[in-house]
């Protein structure tokens, strides 16, 4: 009897396959997550530690990179004694407290407004109108209040005139009317306060959206636990929603204090990067720009950053123990 030839299943043997398939149990999900690693490793880390060994050189970047130098700590020795440096630092404390502040004094009775008095489908646009500034472009928000800020026919200098005119706000304004037109950008007492209104204005909606965000994690059983005692609005916006809103408030500064200490758009738009009269509204962060990549002095302008970051971080650092454990923990 003829049989027909003999067919055998190709493949690896068992073991092979066996150590093939602990294999990929094993390095499989560091191969998928290696792309992330690859692109924080060359993006994220060398910049970084790059920037910490270049605050100890001395280095033009046109010459190349042989042309650094070993300085050790004179770019920061520098610093301390360069009265730019500390002007610039004065400078960007100086904007940070002004357009901080009124940040959030503003954003936490909006957002309660919204939150608690505003109903139905209104709530929604009226939030998103606010946040619309945030993410309008800083160069297009600039070219706006420049043209506000304008002297002979600015926005901002014609209603202080009308108010200084009006009978019943001409004493308010009755000291500033002989003082316009207003130079608010050619002139150094005027500079900081300008930027302080433009940043205020612009990142005051995005803290409203943070704490309305927050007002509706409140239970309503409060309010109507205060109403039904007596509380009045103010009453349970005192004892009730500023309480429970600590931790939506420790963030929202956290942040403020961040992107407040390094503001560079605002600034070197409005005073068209030059900083202004007298270097009125020069901040830390165009300094360091203009030593880094108009003076060609990388070493001092990496070294700037690290001082920087040590000014952010002790800010941060004094927020939170200012804030304590109550600014993590909501009062029950």
Same mark, same amino acid.
């Given at each position: 009897m003829t049989t027909g030839p003999r067919t055998t299943t190709g493949g690896p043997p068992p073991a092979r396959t066996f150590r093939w398939h602990r294999w990929q149990r094993?390095?499989?999900?560091?191969?998928?997550?290696?792309?992330?690693?690859?692109?924080? @490793?060359?993006?994220?880390?060398?910049?970084?530690?790059?920037?910490?060994?270049?605050?100890?050189? @001395?280095?033009?970047?046109?010459?190349?990179?042989? /042309?650094?130098?070993w300085v050790g700590l004179e770019n920061y020795q520098f610093l301390l004694t360069d009265p730019w440096f500390w002007k610039s630092l004065?400078?960007?404390i100086w904007i940070a407290l002004? /357009?901080?502040?009124?940040?959030?004094?503003?954003a936490i009775p909006l @957002?309660?407004?919204?939150?608690?008095?505003?109903?139905?489908?209104?709530?929604?646009?009226?939030?998103a109108a606010y946040f619309l500034p945030y993410i309008t472009s800083t160069v297009a928000v600039a070219i706006v209040f420049n043209t506000i800020f304008g002297t002979q026919f600015g926005l901002l200098n014609w209603t202080i005139d009308g108010l200084a005119s009006w009978p019943v706000t001409a004493w308010l304004f009755s000291g500033i009317k002989e003082s316009l037109p207003i130079n608010w950008l050619g002139r150094a007492p005027y500079i900081k306060p300008a930027i302080s209104i433009l940043v205020a204005?612009?990142?005051f909606g995005f803290n409203v959206v943070l704490y309305s965000a927050g007002l509706a994690t409140i239970p309503r059983e409060y309010h109507e636990a205060a109403m039904v005692d007596g509380a009045s609005p103010l009453q349970r916006f005192w004892h009730i929603t500023l309480p429970l809103l600590r931790p939506m408030m420790f963030f929202a500064i956290t942040l403020t204090i961040i992107g407040n200490?390094?503001?560079?758009?605002?600034?070197?738009?409005?005073?068209?990067r030059t900083g202004g009269p007298s270097e009125s509204g020069l901040t830390l962060a165009m300094y360091l720009y203009r030593t880094g990549f108009e003076w060609l002095d990388m070493g001092t302008a990496a070294a700037m950053a690290?001082?920087?970051?040590?000014?952010?971080?002790? @800010?941060?650092?004094?927020?939170?123990?200012?804030?304590?454990?109550?600014?993590?923990?909501r009062r029950e």
């Open positions: 094993r390095w499989a999900p560091y191969l998928f997550v290696s792309p992330f690693f690859i692109l924080f @490793a060359v993006f994220g880390l060398f910049p970084t530690l790059f920037s910490i060994y270049l605050s100890f050189q @001395a280095w033009n970047p046109v010459q190349g990179l042989g /042309s650094m130098k004065r400078n960007t002004a /357009s901080g502040i009124p940040q959030h004094v503003i @957002a309660f407004v919204l939150v608690s008095g505003v109903r139905g489908a209104l709530r929604h646009p009226l939030t204005w612009k990142y200490l390094q503001l560079f758009d605002e600034p070197f738009i409005l005073t068209n690290w001082v920087l970051f040590l000014v952010i971080g002790t @800010a941060t650092i004094v927020h939170f123990l200012l804030s304590g454990r109550r600014g993590l923990e």
